[in-house]
C-alpha cells in the first residue's frame, strides 16, 4: 500500500548535518509508524528511530540519541531523519521503511517488523 523513496544522503565532514527524507505514496501514509534504519559495509542492518503514527513518540537507537531527531509531515507524506554532529561510524545505507507487524512492545527495533522497504540513500561521513 505504501511506497516510499528516500532522499538527502551524501558526503559531510566529521560534525556536519544532513536531513534525510522519505517520501510514500498512498493515503494511508499516517496509519503507520514509521522507521529509519542503516547498513554500513560490513555489518548487518541496524535499527536507528523510529516514530509513531501521529508523530508524538519518538525512539532512538543509544548511538544517535541527542544527535538524530526523526520526524514526520503526514500531510506532505514524508518522514524526515535530522542528523547533526555527524561521525564516520555513521557512514551506512539509511532505508526507511513501514512498521507492519507488532510482535510486542521490545520489537520496533526489529526489521523484521518492517517492509515496504525503500531503496535507500547513501551518507558518507569522512574524517
Known amino acids: 500500500q505504501v511506497q516510499l523513496v528516500e532522499s538527502g544522503g551524501g558526503l559531510v565532514q566529521t560534525g556536519g548535518s544532513l536531513r534525510l527524507s522519505c517520501a510514500a505514496s498512498g493515503r494511508t501514509f499516517s496509519s503507520y509508524s514509521m522507521g529509519w534504519f542503516r547498513q554500513a559495509p560490513g555489518e548487518e542492518r541496524e535499527f536507528v528511530a523510529a516514530v509513531t503514527r501521529s508523530g508524538d513518540r519518538t525512539y532512538y537507537t543509544d548511538s544517535v540519541k541527542g544527535r538524530f531527531t526523526i520526524s514526520r509531515d503526514n500531510a506532505k507524506n514524508t518522514v524526515y531523519l535530522q542528523m547533526n554532529n555527524l561521525k564516520p561510524e555513521d557512514t551506512a545505507v539509511y532505508s526507511c521503511?513501514?512498521?507492519?507487524?507488532?510482535?510486542?512492545?521490545?520489537?520496533?527495533?526489529?526489521?523484521?517488523?518492517?517492509?515496504?522497504w525503500g531503496q535507500g540513500t547513501q551518507v558518507t561521513v569522512s574524517s
Open positions: 521503511a513501514v512498521r507492519i507487524r507488532y510482535s510486542g512492545s521490545d520489537y520496533y527495533t526489529d526489521s523484521r517488523e518492517y517492509s515496504n
